[in-house]
T-cell receptor
Framework: AQTVTQSQPEMSVQEAETVTLSCTYD???????LFWYKQPPSRQMILVIR??????QNATENRFSVNFQKAAKSFSLKISDSQLGDTAMYFC?????????????FGQGTILTVHP | DTGVSQDPRHKITKRGQNVTFRCDPI?????LYWYRQTLGQGPEFLTY????????KSRLLSDRFSAERPKGSFSTLEIQRTEQGDSAMYLC??????????FGPGTRLTVL
Protein backbone atom coordinates (compact mmCIF):
# COMPACT_ATOMS: atom_id res chain seq x y z
CA ALA A 1 0.00 0.00 0.00
CA GLN A 2 1.11 3.52 -0.72
CA THR A 3 1.35 6.32 1.82
CA VAL A 4 1.68 10.04 1.25
CA THR A 5 2.82 12.37 4.01
CA GLN A 6 2.62 16.14 4.14
CA SER A 7 4.35 17.33 7.27
CA GLN A 8 3.35 21.00 7.07
CA PRO A 9 -0.27 21.50 8.18
CA GLU A 10 -0.11 25.23 7.46
CA MET A 11 2.16 27.60 5.57
CA SER A 12 2.02 31.30 4.87
CA VAL A 13 3.81 33.54 2.40
CA GLN A 14 3.78 37.15 1.35
CA GLU A 15 2.44 38.04 -2.05
CA ALA A 16 5.11 37.87 -4.78
CA GLU A 17 7.39 35.66 -2.69
CA THR A 18 8.27 32.00 -3.16
CA VAL A 19 7.07 29.12 -1.01
CA THR A 20 7.82 25.41 -1.01
CA LEU A 21 5.40 22.74 0.17
CA SER A 22 6.83 19.37 1.19
CA CYS A 23 5.62 15.86 0.45
CA THR A 24 7.10 12.44 0.99
CA TYR A 25 5.69 9.13 -0.13
CA ASP A 26 6.31 5.45 0.26
CA UNK A 27 5.69 2.80 -2.35
CA UNK A 28 7.07 -0.42 -3.74
CA UNK A 29 5.78 0.39 -7.21
CA UNK A 30 8.25 1.18 -9.97
CA UNK A 31 5.72 2.77 -12.29
CA UNK A 32 3.82 5.62 -10.67
CA UNK A 33 2.74 9.22 -10.90
CA LEU A 34 2.72 12.07 -8.42
CA PHE A 35 0.40 15.05 -8.36
CA TRP A 36 -0.26 18.28 -6.58
CA TYR A 37 -3.91 19.31 -6.29
CA LYS A 38 -5.26 22.65 -5.11
CA GLN A 39 -8.56 22.96 -3.22
CA PRO A 40 -9.59 26.60 -2.75
CA PRO A 41 -12.01 27.37 0.07
CA SER A 42 -15.45 26.01 -0.80
CA ARG A 43 -14.39 25.28 -4.37
CA GLN A 44 -13.57 22.26 -6.45
CA MET A 45 -10.24 20.49 -6.38
CA ILE A 46 -8.09 21.18 -9.42
CA LEU A 47 -4.88 19.63 -10.69
CA VAL A 48 -1.82 21.88 -10.36
CA ILE A 49 0.95 19.68 -11.70
CA ARG A 50 1.77 16.06 -12.53
CA UNK A 51 5.06 14.18 -12.49
CA UNK A 52 5.75 10.82 -14.09
CA UNK A 53 8.19 8.81 -11.96
CA UNK A 54 10.11 7.59 -15.00
CA UNK A 55 10.95 11.15 -16.01
CA UNK A 56 14.04 12.62 -14.42
CA GLN A 57 13.16 16.15 -15.45
CA ASN A 58 11.10 18.05 -12.91
CA ALA A 59 7.68 19.14 -14.10
CA THR A 60 6.85 22.84 -14.37
CA GLU A 61 3.60 24.68 -15.03
CA ASN A 62 4.07 28.43 -15.18
CA ARG A 63 4.73 29.59 -11.58
CA PHE A 64 4.52 26.05 -10.23
CA SER A 65 7.40 23.60 -10.27
CA VAL A 66 8.32 20.43 -8.44
CA ASN A 67 11.51 19.02 -6.98
CA PHE A 68 11.21 15.28 -7.50
CA GLN A 69 13.81 13.26 -5.61
CA LYS A 70 13.01 9.66 -6.50
CA ALA A 71 15.59 7.97 -4.30
CA ALA A 72 14.50 10.01 -1.29
CA LYS A 73 10.82 9.58 -2.22
CA SER A 74 10.31 13.29 -1.94
CA PHE A 75 8.08 15.48 -4.10
CA SER A 76 7.94 19.16 -3.13
CA LEU A 77 5.99 21.94 -4.82
CA LYS A 78 7.49 25.37 -5.35
CA ILE A 79 5.20 28.30 -5.99
CA SER A 80 6.97 31.36 -7.34
CA ASP A 81 5.61 34.91 -7.35
CA SER A 82 2.79 33.89 -5.00
CA GLN A 83 -0.59 35.43 -5.69
CA LEU A 84 -3.61 35.94 -3.42
CA GLY A 85 -5.50 33.42 -5.54
CA ASP A 86 -3.00 30.74 -4.55
CA THR A 87 -4.57 30.67 -1.08
CA ALA A 88 -5.94 27.13 -0.78
CA MET A 89 -5.43 23.68 0.66
CA TYR A 90 -2.78 21.82 -1.32
CA PHE A 91 -2.74 18.05 -1.53
CA CYS A 92 0.05 15.82 -2.69
CA UNK A 93 -1.24 12.62 -4.30
CA UNK A 94 0.10 9.33 -5.67
CA UNK A 95 -1.16 6.98 -8.32
CA UNK A 96 0.32 3.70 -9.41
CA UNK A 97 0.67 3.26 -13.14
CA UNK A 98 -0.79 0.67 -15.44
CA UNK A 99 -4.29 -0.61 -14.77
CA UNK A 100 -4.37 1.03 -11.33
CA UNK A 101 -3.74 4.47 -12.76
CA UNK A 102 -6.15 7.06 -11.45
CA UNK A 103 -6.80 5.61 -8.01
CA UNK A 104 -5.34 8.48 -6.01
CA UNK A 105 -3.83 8.30 -2.54
CA PHE A 106 -3.76 11.76 -0.98
CA GLY A 107 -1.69 13.30 1.78
CA GLN A 108 -3.25 15.17 4.67
CA GLY A 109 -2.94 18.53 2.96
CA THR A 110 -1.19 21.85 3.61
CA ILE A 111 -3.18 25.03 4.09
CA LEU A 112 -1.39 27.82 2.24
CA THR A 113 -2.27 31.43 2.99
CA VAL A 114 -0.90 34.20 0.79
CA HIS A 115 -0.82 37.57 2.56
CA PRO A 116 -0.96 40.91 0.73
CA ASP B 1 -20.45 24.65 -18.08
CA THR B 2 -19.96 20.94 -18.75
CA GLY B 3 -17.89 20.07 -15.70
CA VAL B 4 -18.58 17.34 -13.16
CA SER B 5 -21.78 17.97 -11.24
CA GLN B 6 -23.03 16.41 -8.03
CA ASP B 7 -26.44 16.42 -6.46
CA PRO B 8 -27.39 17.26 -3.79
CA ARG B 9 -24.69 19.65 -2.60
CA HIS B 10 -25.73 19.22 1.01
CA LYS B 11 -27.65 16.47 2.76
CA ILE B 12 -28.68 16.29 6.39
CA THR B 13 -30.13 13.02 7.56
CA LYS B 14 -30.88 11.17 10.74
CA ARG B 15 -28.88 8.15 11.82
CA GLY B 16 -30.31 4.99 10.33
CA GLN B 17 -31.74 6.60 7.20
CA ASN B 18 -30.64 5.76 3.67
CA VAL B 19 -29.19 8.41 1.38
CA THR B 20 -28.31 8.47 -2.29
CA PHE B 21 -25.98 10.86 -4.10
CA ARG B 22 -25.68 11.42 -7.82
CA CYS B 23 -22.66 12.33 -9.93
CA ASP B 24 -22.80 13.44 -13.55
CA PRO B 25 -19.34 13.22 -15.12
CA ILE B 26 -18.02 15.13 -18.09
CA UNK B 27 -19.84 13.55 -20.99
CA UNK B 28 -17.02 11.84 -22.87
CA UNK B 29 -15.20 10.62 -19.74
CA UNK B 30 -15.13 6.85 -19.38
CA UNK B 31 -13.74 6.72 -15.83
CA LEU B 32 -15.59 7.84 -12.74
CA TYR B 33 -14.23 7.90 -9.19
CA TRP B 34 -15.76 8.35 -5.74
CA TYR B 35 -13.76 9.70 -2.80
CA ARG B 36 -14.66 10.61 0.77
CA GLN B 37 -13.11 13.61 2.51
CA THR B 38 -13.46 14.34 6.21
CA LEU B 39 -12.79 17.81 7.59
CA GLY B 40 -9.15 18.81 7.38
CA GLN B 41 -8.07 15.59 5.70
CA GLY B 42 -7.21 14.50 2.20
CA PRO B 43 -9.76 12.58 0.14
CA GLU B 44 -9.82 8.80 0.49
CA PHE B 45 -10.53 6.58 -2.48
CA LEU B 46 -13.79 4.64 -2.31
CA THR B 47 -14.40 3.11 -5.72
CA TYR B 48 -14.09 3.64 -9.44
CA UNK B 49 -15.78 2.69 -12.68
CA UNK B 50 -14.58 2.30 -16.19
CA UNK B 51 -17.68 2.77 -18.27
CA UNK B 52 -20.35 0.75 -16.43
CA UNK B 53 -17.94 -1.71 -14.80
CA UNK B 54 -16.98 -1.17 -11.17
CA UNK B 55 -13.30 -2.10 -11.23
CA UNK B 56 -12.18 -1.56 -7.66
CA LYS B 57 -13.69 -0.96 -4.23
CA SER B 58 -11.82 0.23 -1.18
CA ARG B 59 -12.01 -1.65 2.09
CA LEU B 60 -13.47 1.63 3.39
CA LEU B 61 -16.58 0.82 1.40
CA SER B 62 -18.53 -1.27 3.87
CA ASP B 63 -21.55 -3.39 2.99
CA ARG B 64 -23.74 -0.37 3.68
CA PHE B 65 -22.25 1.44 0.70
CA SER B 66 -23.12 0.65 -2.88
CA ALA B 67 -22.29 2.44 -6.09
CA GLU B 68 -23.62 2.04 -9.58
CA ARG B 69 -22.98 3.51 -12.97
CA PRO B 70 -25.71 2.23 -15.26
CA LYS B 71 -25.01 2.67 -18.95
CA GLY B 72 -21.63 4.18 -18.18
CA SER B 73 -23.00 7.68 -17.70
CA PHE B 74 -24.03 9.11 -14.33
CA SER B 75 -23.26 7.31 -11.09
CA THR B 76 -25.05 6.95 -7.79
CA LEU B 77 -23.59 6.28 -4.36
CA GLU B 78 -26.02 4.92 -1.78
CA ILE B 79 -25.38 4.65 1.93
CA GLN B 80 -27.79 2.49 3.88
CA ARG B 81 -28.45 2.80 7.60
CA THR B 82 -26.29 5.89 7.92
CA GLU B 83 -24.06 6.34 10.96
CA GLN B 84 -22.57 9.50 12.40
CA GLY B 85 -19.17 8.37 11.17
CA ASP B 86 -20.46 8.64 7.61
CA SER B 87 -20.56 12.43 7.92
CA ALA B 88 -18.12 13.71 5.31
CA MET B 89 -17.78 15.33 1.91
CA TYR B 90 -18.31 12.82 -0.89
CA LEU B 91 -16.37 13.78 -4.00
CA CYS B 92 -16.83 12.49 -7.51
CA UNK B 93 -14.23 12.82 -10.25
CA UNK B 94 -14.12 11.76 -13.87
CA UNK B 95 -11.41 11.31 -16.44
CA UNK B 96 -10.80 10.14 -19.96
CA UNK B 97 -8.80 6.96 -19.42
CA UNK B 98 -5.42 7.84 -17.91
CA UNK B 99 -5.71 11.56 -18.23
CA UNK B 100 -6.41 14.27 -15.67
CA UNK B 101 -9.20 13.74 -13.15
CA UNK B 102 -11.74 16.53 -12.93
CA PHE B 103 -13.48 16.83 -9.59
CA GLY B 104 -17.03 17.82 -8.81
CA PRO B 105 -18.04 20.21 -6.03
CA GLY B 106 -18.90 17.38 -3.65
CA THR B 107 -21.90 16.41 -1.56
CA ARG B 108 -21.59 17.29 2.10
CA LEU B 109 -23.36 14.70 4.26
CA THR B 110 -24.26 15.39 7.87
CA VAL B 111 -25.67 12.52 9.90
CA LEU B 112 -27.42 13.61 13.09
Amino acid sequence: AQTVTQSQPEMSVQEAETVTLSCTYDTSESNYYLFWYKQPPSRQMILVIRQEAYKQQNATENRFSVNFQKAAKSFSLKISDSQLGDTAMYFCAFSAGGTSYGKLTFGQGTILTVHP
Amino acid sequence: DTGVSQDPRHKITKRGQNVTFRCDPISEHNRLYWYRQTLGQGPEFLTYFQNEAQLEKSRLLSDRFSAERPKGSFSTLEIQRTEQGDSAMYLCASSLSSHEQFFGPGTRLTVL
